[in-house]
């Protein structure tokens, strides 16, 4: 019963962890794959007011692009417009994200090309639309037909542009897939009366690391802009998934609360069952301390025990199971929102260091339960022992 309990523990920690992990592993690709790149370059007072998505202070991005592309720690730049609109069919009208790009640029920085399940990415400056695949749903409409896209411009009069669908993308970005068209950025900054103007210019390093340092040789640079990092972006998303490595704690917590009150529980029954045979032993002269390190290497062995099988098999169903297989939970995360992660499709990643800390933990885990009832027992004293039990 302690073997198996300690074994079930810390299988069960095992998979949470790798499910967490991966959630959080899988939201950051999406980020910085789709939305955030490692860093971007908006205009001075932006993020304050981003869930609005402003265009009224639109910058020419030719400067900082030139500079940026000779930057040796940059690996490359792109220019983006992001603005509300609603999409019509003249019924139906749903309330999107519009984002406008430079197709041969954005592609060096973004993968949104390599995302698209029907159709074709935008190219040149074409006058069409790619959508998100679940936008794409709610009208149910495919490649080649026509929706109608309506924008506010920068002097606040309204636009209304018919464009035919190109393609549609399957991201698996919540942000993308149910939120989202992709215009050209020549279309947009006509559209919306913003001349050359963006709103952002993204940057990809060649080293993620060295973000800090980025920002630090460019604090200044350009005093109409300022400069954030894809987690300042993404602060709010960050923050869930402090909320998210909680919950993982306190599953945790109540994990081990349940395997030590289990091992603890099953070794004093096992000490009260042997009462005659400890009452034996000391009336043949081994001591109080002797008693306690028997039942204390008994707990650790199970401990060791346990701790492998449970180790053993958390390892294979992270290896065959939790990377391998997810959960795929688009038909809910539409309905609960933006709540923190991107990912709809719930998969598992390595975390080797956790396993062999739950092995070592497993172990000590089981030997300091074993010492309540260690000394419960040693403390019995011999004839009272060998007389009641």
Not at 256 to 269: D, Q
Not at 338 to 353: D, K, L, Q, T, Y
Request: hydrophobic content about 50%.
């Amino acid at each position: 019963m302690t073997l198996s309990s300690l074994a079930i523990a810390l299988l069960l920690l095992i998979v949470f962890d790798s499910y967490y992990s991966g959630l959080d592993l899988t939201t950051y690709e999406k980020l910085i794959n789709y939305e955030t790149a490692h860093l971007k370059f908006f205009p001075l007072g932006y993020k304050e007011d981003i869930d609005n998505l402003p265009i009224e202070n639109a910058f020419d991005p030719a400067p900082v692009l030139s500079i940026l592309r000779a930057d040796p720690m940059v690996k490359s730049a792109a220019p983006r417009i992001s603005f509300r609109a609603t999409l019509s069919n003249g019924i139906y009208q749903l309330p999107v994200v519009g984002l406008a790009v430079d197709p041969a640029q954005d592609e060096t920085v973004f993968t949104m090309k390599q995302s698209v399940s029907q159709g074709e990415y935008l190219t040149g400056t074409e006058e069409a639309m790619v959508l998100g695949i679940e936008v794409a749903k709610d009208f149910n409409a495919g490649v080649g037909d026509t929706l109608t896209v309506l924008c506010r411009t920068k002097y606040s009069t309204f636009q209304a542009l018919d464009l035919p669908i190109k393609g549609i993308i399957w991201s698996d970005d919540y942000a993308i897939d149910v939120n989202s068209l992709l215009i050209n950025l020549d279309l947009a900054q006509r559209s919306l009366d913003l001349g050359n103007g963006v709103t952002e210019v993204n940057i990809l390093l060649k080293d993620i690391n060295q973000i800090d340092a980025f920002k630090k040789k460019y604090a200044g640079r350009f005093p109409q802009l300022e400069l954030w990092s894809w987690k300042e972006v993404a602060e709010d998303v960050i923050a869930h998934s402090e909320g998210h490595a909680m919950m993982k704690n306190i599953t945790f917590a109540c994990i081990v609360l349940i395997a030590l009150i289990g091992i603890s529980n099953t070794i004093l029954i096992a000490a009260f069952e042997r009462m005659r045979e400890i009452g034996m032993l000391a009336a043949m002269g081994m001591k109080r301390r002797q008693i306690v390190g028997l039942f204390i290497l008994e707990g650790t062995l199970i401990g060791v025990a346990g701790s492998a099988i449970g180790c053993l098999i958390g390892f294979l169903l992270v290896a065959f199971w939790t990377t391998q297989f997810g959960f795929d939970l688009s038909f809910a995360t539409r309905s609960w929102g933006n709540v923190g992660f991107r990912s709809m499709i719930f998969r598992g990643a390595w975390n080797v260091e956790l396993i062999l800390l739950a092995f070592i933990f497993g172990i000590v885990v089981s030997a300091l339960s074993s010492i309540y009832p260690a000394l419960i027992a040693s403390r019995m004293e011999p004839t009272e022992a060998l007389r009641k039990y």
